[in-house]
């Protein structure tokens, strides 16, 4: 287990190092077309990375996400105001998967039915199964609802995507020759890594900022930038994603730990990273919205670091950051309930159910 911020990071940039997640050895890396980035490495990864890159520049998130997050973040809040309130997972898991849904290319399906199926999907569960029965009953369950997942939702958006590409994820694998379970394993990689991360930020981020008076105000009077930071301080004491594995493809004579021998595998825990005094600075468990301008704000790997570093970092970011903007300037907006929190083994990460947000009704129109 590596804690230490320096060495994680220098694990995570090495050359030397691969990925390690169980799941990876499943993969025909003859066929690296066909692997979802995350799971390839060396010149493989650096192909395939090259070749997603478009879908996360500054261009593509200003000119065409950025609209999307504002557009849905308007209908989402129009009927959060209209009701009085609602679920602040179920929400912001709209928002995500919305945003996501575009730069993948799954938009041949019913948005808000497609979020309820990737969250039966990819949540853990209240009480994880216990027992052989259990567990093969509850993988059969998991399998079936991915099934929904691929008929419903993935089936469609290739049909759409074989009549009229577009540029986006599914295109490009078609264009490649993928095939059906190629293209709903990709889709499995972008649900998991940019839609349930980001809807467990966002009520992360709004439960902080609902909770601190001083922070929430900061972030409402501050500029893009100073919201931005905020959201990151917030991001660093809380990673979404718990660990990130490697191994050792080779020897490396010299590290931060000293000689490493070739194979060595290890669990880089992010929380105890980020928390590192030495790279954040004093009082490392304290949420400080001045720590970015103090020279740490690079200071976590929530996001990662090196060649896997999250492409959707901006977007998480910026889809964040305009929709808790708009909902906490809500007229008589309040955390009614805090969130109830999980913990989700297969992704380490924390999964926050049930907070409910409340506010006024709109007054209605005088005739
Ligand atoms: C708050 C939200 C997010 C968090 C905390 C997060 C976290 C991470 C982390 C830690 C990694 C690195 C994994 C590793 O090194 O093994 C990663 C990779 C990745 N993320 Fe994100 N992510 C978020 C949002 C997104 C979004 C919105 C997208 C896309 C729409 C996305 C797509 C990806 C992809 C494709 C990779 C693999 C990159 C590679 O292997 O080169 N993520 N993410």
């Known amino acids: 287990m590596v804690e230490s911020f320096a060495f994680g990071r220098e694990i995570l940039r090495s050359p030397s190092m691969r990925q390690a997640m169980d799941v990876g050895d499943r993969f025909d890396l003859n066929h690296p077309d066909t692997v979802p980035v995350i799971f390839l490495d060396g010149e493989q990864h650096r192909r395939k990375r090259t070749a997603i890159a478009k879908f996360f520049t500054p261009k593509a998130v200003g000119t065409h996400y950025l609209g999307v997050m504002e557009r849905v973040t308007g209908t989402l809040l129009a009927d959060l105001q209209a009701a009085g309130g609602g679920r602040l997972d179920v929400v912001s898991l709209e928002l995500a998967v919305a945003v996501a849904s575009e730069i993948v290319g799954l938009t041949a399906s019913d948005r808000a039915a497609m979020s ?5 999907s990819f949540s853990s569960g209240r009480r994880p199964p216990r027992g052989r029965l259990a567990k093969a009953v509850s993988g059969a369950i998991a399998g079936l609802r991915l099934l929904r997942f691929f008929y419903f939702d993935v089936r469609p958006a290739i049909g759409a995507r074989r009549k009229a590409r577009g540029t986006d994820v599914i295109s490009q694998l078609l264009d490649l020759g993928a095939s059906d379970s190629a293209i ?10 940019g839609m349930i991360t980001t809807r467990e930020f966002i009520v992360m981020a709004a439960w902080h900022l609902f909770e601190r008076d001083e922070v929430r105000s900061r972030f409402l009077e501050g500029n893009e930038g100073a919201q931005l930071a905020i959201l990151e301080e917030i991001l660093r004491l809380e990673p979404v994603a718990g660990m990130v594995y490697r191994k050792a493809a080779e020897d490396m004579p010299r590290s931060e730990a000293g000689p490493l ?15 590192d005094e030495a790279a ?5 468990h304290a949420l400080d919205p001045e720590r970015a301008g103090q020279g740490k704000a690079g200071g976590h790997l929530s996001f990662g670091d090196g060649p896997h570093r999250c492409p959707g970092a901006p977007v998480a970011l910026q889809e964040t950051r305009i929709f808790l903007d708009r909902l906490l300037r809500l007229p008589g907006v309040a955390l009614e309930r805090a969130p109830d929190m999980y913990w989700n083994a297969t992704l380490m990460s924390y999964e926050l159910r049930n907070a409910v947000v409340t506010c006024e009704r709109p007054a209605p129109l005088e005739r």
Do not use: H
Not at 280 to 284: D, F, L, T, W
């Open 116 to 120: 309820r199926r990737i969250s039966a």
């Open 184 to 193: 709903l394993i990709e889709c499995i990689v972008y649900a998991s890594a």
């Open 261 to 275: 021998a070739a194979g060595r595998r290890f669990a880089i825990d992010i929380r105890a990273a980020n928390s």
């Open 280 to 284: 954040v600075g004093p009082c490392p």
